[in-house]
């Protein structure tokens, strides 16, 4: 049974950093795309950042610079590394990776980050 799970959410104030962390089982992380996605309250769901089997990433325009997306194989886990956050980062964050090979997605069941001004 594959099963994802977040952590490092909380407050923080505008200008701050968090770490989030996405802890996988069932499943070795290494092989797959991960991405992180964010809901904000009245929005729909958002991919901030992907990181493929190979290494390399791709970010979302609004956090460019700002986020880092790394995986520690040995811990099977994906992080997210977020400074200089921004109110309108505000959003419960979700990790996902491909259900294969049938289709869909894994979800973890989400961090609230939010960033007060």
């Known amino acids: 049974q594959v099963e994802l799970v977040e952590s490092g959410g909380g407050l923080v104030q505008a200008g701050g950093s968090l770490r989030l962390s996405c802890a996988a089982s069932g499943i070795i992380f290494g092989s797959y795309t991960v991405g992180w996605y964010r809901q904000a309250p009245g929005k729909q769901r958002e991919l901030v950042a992907t990181?493929?089997?190979?290494?390399?990433?791709n970010y979302a325009d609004p956090v460019k610079g700002r986020f880092t997306i790394s995986r520690d194989n040995a811990k099977n886990t994906v992080n997210l590394q977020m400074i200089s956050l921004k109110p309108e980062d505000t959003a419960v964050y979700y990790c996902?990776?491909?259900?294969?090979?049938?289709?869909?997605?894994?979800w973890g069941q989400g961090t609230q980050v939010t960033v007060s001004s």
């Open positions: 990181i493929f089997p190979a290494g390399s990433t």
């Open positions: 996902s990776a491909p259900r294969l090979p049938n289709g869909g997605r894994y």
